[in-house]
């Protein structure tokens, strides 16, 4: 709960790759199905910096009972208005088919700014993840939060691992997108912070060497958000179905709520070694929760599901006190029932055919009969 006792309000940014219902290949097609989503969702839905992406957003919600209903109904209209041009909605952090590189980066000044500044890195740019704000208006609090969370980050990357593809090819990876972003120099895990002065320093300084375009381009996977009072975790790819997101956003929810005592206490986090995280990240990406990450205190294999479970034990404060506990235990023993998003687009590929995984990921991400309209 928050200071006045009323339950910590928390919102959902997913992005998609559009791709072509008769090809199944990613295309540049996301103004067709933004121009006749909006009429539906107004403000909920946008575009993304590549012409291949669409992106929704939910509003701020008090209970993931509500965050559900609104990731169902933007994936349900995006899919809908989608099919009625022979166009699809897909939840995966990279393309399956298609090889669209360089990326059909969308037009305007900043995106100018954007290609001079990183330029090749702008070739490459089809990545779709999954951003859960959680309302943390005080900024301190916020950037204090961010080192208590850098332990856990690896184990989101492991739980939502889902771009095993990339570009017509099986990379051997559960998380392609994780290791395509840590080539940013703004990206990956935040660095360990002292105060909130401390991080506007360091951004100052990131701006002035021309490693950010602005404050929109800061690419870490926990930030203070720069326009609304939230703190923004983004490390992980889209999950394939709303429910994971749902239930992922109300686990980081439960995490961030959970630790904010220790931050009120005056702990300032542990600080971590900066090669062992990115160890420990780079296995997470690798391995999803197929077999072992890394305890980023240590430096030791651990099974990934080990290092779920204490990741659910961390959060569980947090979890009980929003009611989610159960919603977000179901979840985690689905996946280790059936697999993480990786493991299940990995299954659908029947005799290697690529095109099953992109039905399955269509099918998955929001169900459309062949009336174009939403179930």
């Keep these: 709960m928050d200071a006045d006792g009323r339950a910590r309000r928390f919102g959902v940014e997913e992005e998609f790759l559009v791709i072509d219902r008769r090809t199944r290949a990613a295309v540049a097609r996301a103004q067709t199905v933004l121009d006749h989503a909006r009429a539906e969702l107004g403000d909920r839905v946008g575009g993304e910096i590549t012409e291949i992406q669409v992106e929704s957003r939910t509003t701020p919600c008090t209970t993931t009972a509500e965050l559900t209903g609104q990731l169902l109904e933007n994936r349900a209209t995006l899919a809908a208005e989608a099919a009625k041009a022979g166009l699809g909605v897909v939840a995966s952090g990279t393309p399956v088919l298609g090889t669209p590189i360089p990326s059909p980066i969308t037009e305007g000044p900043r995106q100018d700014r954007g290609n001079a500044t990183f330029r090749g890195l ?14 943390l208006p005080d900024r301190e609090q916020a950037v204090l939060v961010s080192n208590h969370l850098r332990p856990h980050l690896p184990t989101l990357v492991a739980l939502a691992a889902n771009s095993p593809f990339w570009c017509e090819r099986d990379t051997g990876y559960h998380s392609w997108r994780t290791l ?8 990956g895990p935040p660095p360990y912070f002292t105060s909130a002065a401390h991080y506007d320093e360091l951004v100052a300084t990131l701006l002035e060497a021309g490693a950010l375009v602005d404050d929109g381009t800061i690419f870490w ?8 009072p939230t703190l923004e975790i983004r490390a992980t790819d889209v999950p394939i179905t709303a429910e994971e997101s749902a239930a992922l956003a109300a686990l980081v929810r439960g995490l961030v709520v959970s630790l904010l005592p220790a931050v009120d206490r005056g702990d300032p986090g542990p600080e971590l070694r900066p090669e ?6 780079w296995r997470a990406a690798r391995d999803g929760l197929a077999g072992s990450g890394v305890d980023v205190r240590t430096g030791r294999p651990v099974p990934a599901a080990e290092l779920a479970r204490r990741l659910l034990e961390t959060a569980r404060p947090g979890l009980e006190e929003h009611g989610d506990l159960d919603l977000v235990t179901d979840w985690l023993d689905r996946l280790a029932a059936h697999g993480d998003g990786a493991t299940r687009q990995r299954r659908a590929a029947r005799d290697g055919r690529l095109t099953d995984v992109v039905d399955h990921l269509m099918g998955q991400t929001a169900p459309v009969p062949q009336d174009g309209k939403p179930q």
């Design 276 to 281: 062992l995280m990115r160890l420990a990240y």
């Design 180 to 187: 395509m972003w840590t080539r940013w120099p703004v990206a």
């Design 221 to 228: 996977d926990v930030r203070p958000s720069a326009h609304l």
């Design 122 to 135: 702008h070739h490459e740019l089809d990545l779709c993840a999954l951003h859960v704000h959680v309302e």
